[in-house]
């Protein structure tokens, strides 16, 4: 996790305004974006047989709740941490990102073949992104949404393929980055781009002002 590393040295500052409870590097990028002095609280890997907070779908779950489910769950975690690290008081925030495409929730690829099988389902098509944020202090949490449209070209298995083999998908929801070379992919954004790589950051802004992090 060499991309772990290197930001957990950059971020790990003295005096941070809240802590982060991701270990997403998109969101400790868009953070930096808005000049917010944040701590990461998350560092190594869960093993995938235990994870710190489950990503399970509830049966008949609809995204939009699954997403603002999940966003509270991670922040919770880190409000936890927060206490048991024994840490300076400060607000946490975390968040999640998940693929609606047709009534069904599409979250990151378990692999290569399942990231081919989720882009030929979003060829040609329009889906939303949903990104909740939640933020939490140790007496109360709010939380934010942002859902976007969005709407790829129709795409043709070789590129498909040839996107796969860069492993720009296998970390992301929905199998592709739009910040990335699956930029060429999208015909038309309705929303928010930054909501879309996973931090929106107007909905940020009102949170952090809440919680007196921001003017
Ligand atoms: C659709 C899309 C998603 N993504 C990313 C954002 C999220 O990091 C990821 C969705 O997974 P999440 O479960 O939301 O987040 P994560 O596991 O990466 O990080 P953490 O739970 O530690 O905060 O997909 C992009 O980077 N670009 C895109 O265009």
């Known amino acids: 996790m060499p991309e772990i590393a290197a930001s957990e040295a950059v971020d790990d500052i003295k005096a941070p305004q809240i802590y982060l409870a991701s270990r997403s590097p998109r969101r ?21 047989e235990d994870p710190e907070v489950s990503e399970a779908v509830l049966p008949g779950e609809a995204a939009i709740d699954y997403v603002q489910r999940i966003a509270l769950a991670k922040a919770e975690h880190g409000r936890r941490l927060v206490t048991w690290r024994n840490l300076p008081p400060c607000p946490v925030l975390a968040a999640d990102t998940t693929i609606e495409f047709e009534g069904e929730i599409i979250g990151k690829p378990v692999d290569e073949e399942d990231a081919v099988r989720i882009l030929k389902c979003l060829s040609g098509q329009t889906h939303r992104v949903l990104t909740a944020v939640s933020v939490a202090d140790a007496a109360h949490i709010e939380s934010a949404l942002s859902i976007s449209e969005v709407r790829f070209s129709p795409l043709d298995e070789a590129g498909i393929r040839r996107y796969v083999a860069t492993g720009e998908p296998l970390d ?13 992919f999208i015909q038309h954004l309705v929303g928010s781009f930054s909501g879309v790589v996973g931090l929106p950051l107007f909905e940020t802004g009102e949170l952090l002002r809440q919680f007196k992090v921001m003017p």
């Open 172 to 184: 992301k929801a929905g199998a592709y980055g739009i910040q990335g070379g699956a930029g060429l």
């Open 28 to 48: 400790r990028e868009l953070l930096k974006q808005i000049g917010i002095r944040f701590r990461p609280l998350l560092f190594r890997l869960p093993p995938r």
